[in-house]
C-alpha cells in the first residue's frame, strides 16, 4: 500500500495504483469571473467564482485522452444579480438542455464537468442550483478613508492575513467619519467630513471590487450632508443611520438601493432617536445600530441599540437589549450569528477603550456580553470580517495619536485578548470597513 503524508509529493504525470487516500483535499482557484474566464486544470479542480458579468467560459488543459477528469465549479451571483454564463461548444448537458444560472444576488450554483477524451467533449451535470452559502469565501476586507484626511483604501487578503495591507485605488474626495456598507461587488461609503475647512458631504463613493484600482465612482447621494455616521446593510441595499453636520444631530437612516446607485438615498425609518458616533452591523434579516450619543458636547455617551427590520424598514428602529458599556466612536462587525463592537471613546472622564460587546442576534433583547478585548484601547477603528474572523484597524489610542494595527478576533474563541494579526499600509483613524459580501 502507498503512503502519502503531509509532505508534497509530485508524480509528474505519473500514477499512484492500489493506493487508499483519506483526509486530503484538493486546490481550489477563488476568484470573480469578469466576462470571459479559462478554467485552467494545472491550477486547480475546484473553482469559486463571483459572477461580475455575463461570463464566457473556456476549458484548458486535460489529460490526454483515455484519462478521466473532472472538475467543480461554483458560481455566486454578485449584487447586481441576473449574470449569464456562456459555455465551450464541447459542453454536453442532459438532454441537450443548457440550464439557466440562478438569477437572485449572491447565490450559488454548482456543476460538475467530466472528460475521457482529452476534452473533446466534456460531460456536464447541474448538481446544485440557488444555494445561499456561509460566506466563508470572501477574500478581501477594505480600510477606506480616514484621518488624517486619507483617500486612500487599504485592502487585506483573508488567505494571508499577517500580511500589510495594500494601498488600492481611491476614493473621489479624501475625506473621514463616513458609513459604509456593500455587496459582493461593490462597496459604498456615504457621508464624511474635513476639519480644513471644516465641511460636512452628502457624496456617495462606489468602490468596484473587480477593478479596486481605480477611483471609486461618485454615486447618488445621502437625504443631507453629515458624518460620524453608522450603516449596516444586505445584498441589495445599504443604511447609513444618525450622524451630524455641525451641532445638529440627527436620526435619519437613509437607503442607498445598489441596483439604482446614481438616485438620491431614499430616507426611511428613523432611529428611536438622534444620535452619532454610532456603530452598526448586522445580518440577512436585521440591522442593528449601537451605542453613540446625542448630545453635541458627546456627553453622556448611550448604551442603546436599535434594530432595523429590512422588509419593513419604513417604520422608527426597535429598541433591543443595550451594549456592556456606553460609549461612541467605535465601529462593529460580525457573521450570521453574532455582531461585535469593539473599541471606543467617552468624553467625560475622557477614556479610550478595549472594550468589545457581543450582540447574540437570536436573543437581542438581552444586554451584549463582554468578550476579549482589543489588544490595545482605541477608538475609531474600521471593522470588517468573514463568517470566521472579525478585524479591526486603525483607530486612535489617545486624540492625539492614530495607530496602523489591525487586531483579529477568532469568532469560535472570542474571550481571549484580540491578536495584533497586521497593520494598514499608513496609519488611519476614523477609517470605514467594507467586505465583499454583505455579513
Known sequence: MTRISKSRMDMEGGGVNNAYLRDYGESAVIDNSGTSYTIDLTQANTYHLTMTGNCTFAFSNPPAAGIHASFTLMLTQDGTAGRTATWPSSVVWSNGITPNLTATANNTDVFTFTTYDGGGNWYGFEVAQNLLLPQTYIKFGYFATGGPVVSTVDRIDYSNDTATAVAKGPVSLARFRVGSAGNSAFGYLGGGYIASPVTAYSRVDRIDYSNDTATAASKGPLTAARYWIGSTGTSASGYFGGGKNGTPIVSTVDRIDYSNDTATAVAKGPLSGVRT????????????????????????????????DYSNDTPALTTKGPLSLARWAFSATGNSSFGYFAGGYTASPATTYTRVDRIDYSNDTATAVAKGPLSTARFAPGGVGTSVFGYFGGGSPSPAAVTSVIDRIDYSNDTPTAAVQSHLSVARTYTAGLNHTAL
Open 277 to 308: 458616533g454610532v456603530a452598526g452591523t448586522g445580518h440577512s434579516a436585521f440591522g442593528y445600530f449601537g451605542g453613540g450619543t446625542a448630545s453635541p458636547s458627546f456627553t453622556p455617551a448611550l448604551t442603546l441599540v436599535d434594530r432595523i
